[in-house]
Every structure is written in structure tokens, then in C-alpha cells.
């Protein structure tokens, strides 16, 4: 896997007690035709013998543990650093666990970063894993309202729509190459935001500074969707409830918060808690009311209540 003429990628694959998981991504990965590239797993904090299990099934990919559980951005943070500052990584490939990668992955994106050293991330297809020829994503739609309204291609049959290479606004992180040259100038994740929501604020730091965020179509993943967290839970609603109202103070201004926070009171906060009262789900209605008051609290900490009201 070592070629000294090709830029040196990191594969940095994160897992919570995901040692069931791993065997597609890793072993996709692997299969990969790039030819200078590394695979470190992030054991973060996991209790299932993940750390055994990788070493004694793929033997050459390094483990790299963490002995408590430091979240979605705390733990691709510690493998940053180590990505980065310890090995000297041109480029880090994050990926999540739940995922089977295209063979030709790692050079498709590479191939796109190459063109452009303001380029900071690229990413590419994404296929559900139980509907391989169906697309989850390809990036974020915006809205002048809600800013992100959902993902660009989701539930569309991939018939080409999507095959030309762009600069994308947002994108999810379900994969994503990131530039060393990001990296030095911008750091990683804001761990303020532990879970959901994470690459979205990264993404915008990284865009104020004149990095750029770029699709193409020849990166391909297939993703099972949520697997650790759980695709609907209290758990993600509250972090998704939290994290959306305080990306949004952060990033944008006055008259566009308080236009924002009129929406948000409405559809992210009152039709979804009405509907969980009727279905008897007073976890999830719970989770919403702990996610817009976290947000406030976070507001009223940084002095920006006046933002919102």
C-alpha cells in the first residue's frame, strides 16, 4: 500500500461498539486501488473487544484507542491530530463504520483535491447499503429559510442526474477527504457540537477562510445509515433539535437568525412535539424540549440571546 510517488492518504475509520460493522468497511477499504494509504481504526472507547477483534482479523490496520468514549467530533479529533501531526498524512479519508467502500474511492477524491490546493474537502456518492443503485446523498440542499433542507438526491435512483464534479455549499460527512493544508489552517471538529451537526460548522469555518467543498461522482460508498446512534432516537433528536439553532447563531446574522428561529419554533420544535404527544412517544418529546433549552443556555453563555429574540 506504500508508493512514495502518490500523495500519503489516511483512512480514519470511527467506531462505538461497532466490531459487527467493521468487516465491510475495512475490508473495502483494503481493497482500494490506491497506492499510498493507511487504515486506522478509532476505537472510541468501545467495551465490545473492538481493539482485539481488529487486530486479530486485519493485522495491518493500527488501532487507535481512545479509553473513554470522547463522541462523534471528540473522537475524529484524536485521530486527526494523530493523522496529521504524528504521521504526516497529505490527505485523511473520515469514513464511518456502517459503510462499504467503492475499490476506486481513495484515488477518486484524491484526484479531485489534487486540482486545487484551496480545495478542502471532497466527497462523492453515497448509495444505501440495502438499496445499492438508490443515493442517500450528494451533498445538502439550501434553502434561504432553513439554510439546509435536506440531502441533494435522496431516495433518487442514481440514472447519472449527479455525474458531473462541483463545488458543493455543504455535504454530509459520511465520507470525506480532508487536505492537510485545511487542516494547519482551520483544525478539526468543534466539539461543542459532540454529535450531529459537526461538519456543518467545520465546513463553514473552513469556507470563511476561502477553502472550498467539491463533489465528485466517481467517489462511491455505500452506507447502512445510523447504525450507532440509531436512525430515529431520542438521543439524535436532541442533538439534531440542539445543534441546528446554535450552528445557525453562530454562523449567520441577526435578521437571518431571528427569520431562522420563527421556522424552527414551528417546525422543529412544536409540530414534532405535538406529534410525539399523540403517539404516546414522550421520549421524543422530552428530547425536543432538552435540545432547544440546551441551545439557549448555550446562547445565554455566549451573549447571544439578543440574536434570537
Same mark, same amino acid.
Given at each position: ?49 473492538? $481493539? ?5 482479523n486485519y493485522p495491518d490496520v493500527f488501532v487507535l484507542r481512545t479509553e473513554n468514549n470522547l463522541g462523534y467530533s471528540g473522537g475524529f479529533n484524536f485521530g486527526l491530530d ?42 462523492? $456518492?453515497? @448509495? ?95 452506507h447502512k445509515e445510523s447504525m450507532t446512534i440509531g436512525k430515529s432516537s431520542p438521543f439524535k433528536t436532541y442533538y439534531d433539535v440542539r445543534n441546528t439553532l446554535i450552528i ?26 405535538? $406529534? ?13 424540549? $432538552?435540545? @432547544? ?17
Amino acid at each position: 500500500m506504500i508508493n512514495n510517488h502518490k500523495p500519503f492518504v489516511i483512512v480514519l475509520i470511527l467506531s462505538y461498539n461497532g466490531k459487527h460493522l467493521l468487516e465491510d468497511s475495512i475490508s473495502s477499504y483494503l481493497a482500494n486501488d490506491y497506492p499510498n494509504f493507511e487504515i486506522v481504526v478509532i476505537d472510541n472507547g468501545s467495551t465490545d473487544g473492538t $481493539k482485539e477483534w481488529v487486530a486479530k482479523n486485519y493485522p495491518d490496520v493500527f488501532v487507535l484507542r481512545t479509553e473513554n468514549n470522547l463522541g462523534y467530533s471528540g473522537g475524529f479529533n484524536f485521530g486527526l491530530d494523530y493523522a496529521f501531526n504524528k504521521k504526516n498524512a497529505d490527505y485523511v479519508l473520515i469514513t464511518n463504520n456502517d459503510v462499504k467502500a467503492d475499490s476506486k474511492v481513495i484515488s477518486e477524491l484524491v484526484k479531485v483535491a489534487e486540482t486545487d490546493p484551496m480545495i478542502g474537502f471532497v466527497t462523492g $456518492k453515497v @448509495y444505501y447499503y440495502d438499496m445499492p443503485d438508490t443515493l442517500q446523498t450528494v451533498g445538502y440542499n439550501t434553502d434561504p429559510i432553513m439554510w439546509v433542507k435536506g440531502h441533494k438526491g435522496q431516495k433518487q435512483k442514481d440514472v447519472g442526474q449527479f455525474d458531473t464534479i462541483e463545488e458543493l455549499e455543504l455535504s454530509d460527512d459520511i465520507f470525506m477527504l480532508v487536505t492537510n493544508n485545511l487542516y494547519n489552517a482551520v483544525g478539526g471538529y468543534n466539539t461543542e457540537f459532540k454529535f450531529q451537526g459537526e461538519q456543518m460548522d467545520w465546513q463553514i469555518r473552513a469556507k470563511k477562510i476561502g477553502f472550498k467543498i467539491f463533489y465528485t461522482p466517481s467517489a462511491k460508498i455505500w452506507h447502512k445509515e445510523s447504525m450507532t446512534i440509531g436512525k430515529s432516537s431520542p438521543f439524535k433528536t436532541y442533538y439534531d433539535v440542539r445543534n441546528t439553532l446554535i450552528i445557525v447563531i453562530m454562523h449567520r446574522d441577526k435578521e437571518f437568525i431571528k427569520k431562522y428561529h420563527k421556522w424552527y419554533i414551528r417546525s422543529i420544535i412544536v409540530k414534532p412535539i405535538i $406529534k410525539s404527544a399523540i403517539k404516546l412517544k414522550f421520549n421524543y418529546t422530552l428530547a425536543i424540549l $432538552k435540545g @432547544y433549552f440546551s441551545a439557549l443556555n448555550w446562547a445565554k453563555r455566549n451573549k447571544k440571546l439578543s440574536l434570537i429574540f
